[in-house]
């Protein structure tokens, strides 16, 4: 399996050169050893000077076909992409433009870099990709370079520390990669939430059951936002621990949560939708105690960048104990099970 790695930065003084240097090391690590590095500096396109748009495949330049015929070897591509002002290299964007038919059907991984792991060059790039059909890694790798690892002549003092906290995620992309190649992947293949997504919610129902109000609150983001089944509102951090604290000292003091059914869906590399059916018997309601009840809480989650770890950003907790209106649809009402 050949594996091209485009390096997308080309200034004269740059850490493109460095991480490609590091990422390549890593993919060598984890068995991909046919790795051709396209250093955008050295392949050095013009700006795009064909006539006709590459969908038409008829390229009048020396530089179009040796571009091209470079592509078109590879079984896979890995672009590694810097942040620059909100977005990704235009060096970068005139060697995708350059070509089409030759990005289709390949599985790519991208990796970013930046202050904050260069995210929104991340998901502008993968847009792109996607649509020119790059069969794209659903995760990814977002690099963060934190401003003390640049020497005083704007390269990394060491890039191999830098990568080092990635290292295990690039092992890991990289055999995504290679199953992917194996898989015949179509553009359209449904992507995997990743662990952390999953965790995040888990976090939630484990603090629920430890009545742990703290816990509750640390599985959001400190701007996080929460209704419960009683549409009470918390919108910060802390609103939903002293939410919580109240509850888990009176109403829900005795109650014990059940996780029944799961659904989650990858919406971008860092934000996914989850939905927890759950089953709970001690509540206290208002309207009487009720031996079992059930609901679902409904949890929008996002990675965040720089600490890698998934939080909760809005949770909304229903409870369809006493749903018994008639659905408009016509399905069987909800009851209490
Ligand atoms: C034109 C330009 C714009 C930049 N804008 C951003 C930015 O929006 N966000 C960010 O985190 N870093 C930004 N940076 C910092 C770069 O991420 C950092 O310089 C990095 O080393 C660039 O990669 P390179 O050295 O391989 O070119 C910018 C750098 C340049 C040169």
Redesign the pocket.
Known sequence: MRVLVI?????P???????TEQVVRIAKEAGLDDVDVADLRDVALPLLDEPQMAATRVYLNEHTRAWSARVNSADAVVLIS??????Y?AGLKNAIDYLFAEWRGKPGLLVS??????I??YDQLAQVLRFVGLVLDPLGVQLV?PRDA?SEH??LIDPAVVVEPYADELRAAFVRLADAVGADATPDSPVAVPAGAIEAGDRVVTAFNAHDPVAFADAFAGDGWFTDVLRHRAATNAEIEELHRFAFAGPLAQASLEVTGRRSRLLSSTAAVLELDWTSTGHAGADGDVAQRRGVLALVVSKNVPSGRWEVVSGINNDYTHAYSADPLGRAPERPV
């Not at 390096?7 to 200034?11: A, E, F, I, L």
């Not at 870099?113 to 260069?118: E, L, T």
């Open positions: 390096t997308g930065s080309t200034r003084v740059r850490v493109g050169d460095q991480l810097p942040q620059y002002n909100f977005g290299p870099y930046g202050a904050r792991g260069g929104q060059s370079l640049y704007g390269t």
